[in-house]
């Protein structure tokens, strides 16, 4: 395709992927799965009970997307770089209880101690965790330092309370 002038399409090399609305989905089926960031806004698909998903280091603007393929089990993670941190809200339901609960940290709190909020934990079957199939989370790179989450999140664990998704690895 070529340029138009005065350079109106700066997404020459990608406008026949933009214009028909695909999105990039990468697999993981074993281990520790390294995601680049030329994969930004990539659909990233777990289908590892206790797979890990190691971001690249936060740049503003960057984005993925998690879904999970199976239940998760103790071990699941997501784990940002060495000196950046998670921060959102992520919400969790119950299968077993009509219950909800959430955890919510602010980005002065996660970026104050990122080593404290360095950590996505998962596992289907807990109190304060989550994971199952068909759950997803999201994340944004906000700036160098912090990725914001968001996500719809459930547990086969009896009345979820104090989730602690988001922690120190």
Do not use: R
Not at 23 to 52: H, P, R, W
Not at 93 to 112: E, L, P, V
């Amino acid at each position: 395709m070529a340029n138009p002038m005065y350079g109106q399409n700066k997404f020459d090399n990608d406008a026949n992927v933009f214009s028909v609305g695909k999105t990039n989905v990468l697999t993981t089926t074993a281990g520790t799965f390294n995601v680049n960031a030329e994969d930004s806004g990539a659909i990233i698909f777990v289908n590892d009970a206790d797979g890990v998903v190691q971001l690249p280091a936060a740049e503003a603007g960057l984005q993925f997307k998690v879904v999970f393929g199976i239940d998760t089990t103790a071990g699941a993670k997501i784990l940002a770089k060495s000196g950046d941190c998670f921060f959102g809200t992520l919400n969790v339901n119950s299968t077993t209880k009509a219950k909800c609960s959430a955890q919510s940290i602010d980005h002065a709190t996660a970026i104050g101690t990122v080593a404290s909020y360095d950590t996505l934990d998962f596992t289907h079957d807990s109190q304060t965790l989550a994971g199952k199939a068909g759950d997803f989370v999201e994340l944004i790179a906000i700036d160098a330092t912090a990725w914001m989450v968001s996500g719809a999140l459930v547990t086969d664990g009896n009345d979820p309370d104090a989730i602690a998704i988001i922690n120190a690895s």
